[in-house]
């Protein structure tokens, strides 16, 4: 008990950190302004943005998000760069993080190539097609998209169940032609578990729009990938978590290039973006032994509910509290 | 209480297919291999020109005390006030134009960030061979595909019209 008071003052104080920063960095003032102020040193801006992504990777480890889904509202909210560098720089977040982990995750056999090559194949392409489409909309249209889509993704992470193991009696036509199937090893159980899919089609079609907001956004796509695969596919909860990073690792290729080409790219955004979220997601990691993932995963809806609001306010052009 | 949790219940494996490992295969392996090494350069390679950057020691194209400014614009604006301003040349800095700036401390960052969009198409290109020498004609097609897209995307031939 003692501990997870700890754990909750710890998480309190992250957050506080991640939404007031830079509020009292920039003094809740519309980007317009910020041209003009030119009183912050350069350096307050990669160094913040360093301590932010930080703060966000070790939250999305426990809240068991990507880093990208967090990235790109709360920079685009709260910091002065404009949507389009925040979209290239957030893509390159999640693309990185889904390239350190895929290796892993596809040795163990929790990432099944078979899998990912025919779903990443439509996501990729239209995650490019979501990109151009990203990049021609008027800012404040694509702002106001994108904080409706955090509300979509907050309702979903609050309404979608999970399941372990879905039950699959009969693999589909499609999944038997491609050979989807595998065994791994469930560690916990000591046992080796048989997998198949079905409904293989509908999860296609739906990867097509995954892979449009994913392009269009700049999102990492875990939040949308892994109830996709798992509960209307029927793949084990593990196999589409890992698979699902993998995944992101293609998908996020094919916009991030998109964005790099349009000049989308700043650097000094990047780097220290790329950093942060790896050195808070490898902290993150370790807090996860003794921090409760269900409190932390409400703190990470109560942000994304946060960093939503105030996408469609800055999209609209509406006054925010912060 | 689903199937594949009633069979382990009763410690059975269900589905199980005759030669089937939970040891990934072989492409899933080489596939793995290609991308950790590719992750491994790019992030090296980005880390190191992100320090040349940072201590000066080249110069950067755009200068840094100026990018307060500039990352507030769109990067359409980013890139004509950029050009008019500092780098002057004939056409923006966008697609593949960076590769002319590679002796600016800021333009060499974009050489790690390629390679890590790249890995991905090397790791299509590394398990090709193995498909076609397996005649898995329906992966290898999906393959190709790939690359196709993927590469068509790094070529800048997609773009939006500023």
């Given at each position: 008990m003692g501990r997870f008071s700890e754990c909750t003052r710890v998480f309190a104080v992250l957050t506080l950190v991640l939404v007031i920063t830079p509020a009292a960095l920039y003094?809740?003032?519309?980007?317009?302004t910020f041209m003009d102020a030119?009183?912050?040193?350069?350096?307050v801006w990669p160094l913040s943005l360093f301590v932010m992504t930080f703060v966000m990777g070790i939250l999305a480890a426990l809240g068991g998000v990507g880093g990208g889904v967090l990235y790109v509202p709360i920079v685009s909210g709260?910091?002065?760069?404009h949507l389009d560098f925040v979209r290239g720089a957030g893509l390159l977040v999640a693309l990185s993080g889904a390239l350190a982990a895929g290796p892993g995750f596809l040795r163990m056999n929790l990432a099944s190539l078979r899998l990912a090559m025919p779903v990443a194949l439509i996501a990729s392409t239209c995650a490019i097609f979501g990109a151009l489409v990203g990049l021609s909309l008027p800012t404040n249209i694509t702002q106001t998209a994108l904080g409706a889509t955090i509300l979509g993704i907050v309702v979903l992470m609050i309404m979608a169940k999970k399941s372990t193991f879905p039950d699959v009696p009969e693999s589909d036509k499609l999944s038997s032609i491609l050979g989807i199937y595998g065994i791994y090893t469930e560690a916990s159980l000591g046992q080796t578990i048989n997998w198949k899919v079905h409904r293989t089609l509908t999860g296609l079609v739906l990867f097509i729009f995954i892979g449009f907001a994913a392009g269009m956004?700049?999102?990492?796509a875990g939040w949308a990938n892994v109830p996709v695969l798992?509960?209307?596919?029927?793949?084990p909860l593990k196999i589409s978590v890992g698979t699902s990073k993998f995944l992101l690792s293609i998908t996020d290729t094919s916009a991030a290039w998109i964005y790099l080409n349009q000049g989308c790219v700043i650097p000094m955004m990047v780097v220290p973006s790329i950093v942060g979220i790896m050195g808070g997601s490898f902290i993150g990691v370790r807090i996860l032994r003794v921090a409760k993932p269900t409190f932390v995963r409400w703190i990470v809806i109560v942000m994304l509910l946060f960093a939503g609001a105030k996408a469609i306010t800055k999209g609209l052009g509406l006054p925010f509290i912060v | 209480m689903t199937e594949t949790e009633k069979g382990l219940e009763t410690g059975k494996n269900l589905n199980s297919s005759p030669g089937q490992t939970a040891e990934a295969d072989a492409d899933q392996i080489l596939y793995a291999s290609i991308l950790a090494k590719g992750m491994y350069l790019g992030l090296g390679l980005l880390l190191a020109t992100f320090a040349l950057y940072m201590t000066g020691l080249l110069q950067p194209?755009?200068?840094?005390?100026e990018l307060p400014r500039l990352w507030t614009l769109s990067a359409h604006e980013y890139l004509e006030v950029v050009n008019h301003e500092f780098?002057?040349?004939?056409?923006?800095?966008?697609?593949?134009?960076?590769m002319a700036l590679l002796g600016m401390g800021d333009y060499l960052n974009f050489v790690g960030i390629a390679l890590l969009a790249a890995v991905t198409i090397v790791c299509y290109g590394g398990i090709l061979p193995n498909l076609f020498r397996k005649k898995d004609w329906i992966y290898a097609t999906i393959a190709v595909l790939e690359i196709i897209v993927l590469v068509l995307a790094a070529s800048g031939l997609v773009a939006v019209g500023h």
């Open positions: 003094g809740a003032q519309e980007p317009a030119g009183t912050t040193a350069w350096w709260f910091f002065p760069f956004f700049g999102l990492g798992n509960l209307t596919m029927g793949v | 194209g755009i200068p840094i005390e780098l002057h040349r004939p056409e923006v800095v966008d697609g593949w134009r960076w």
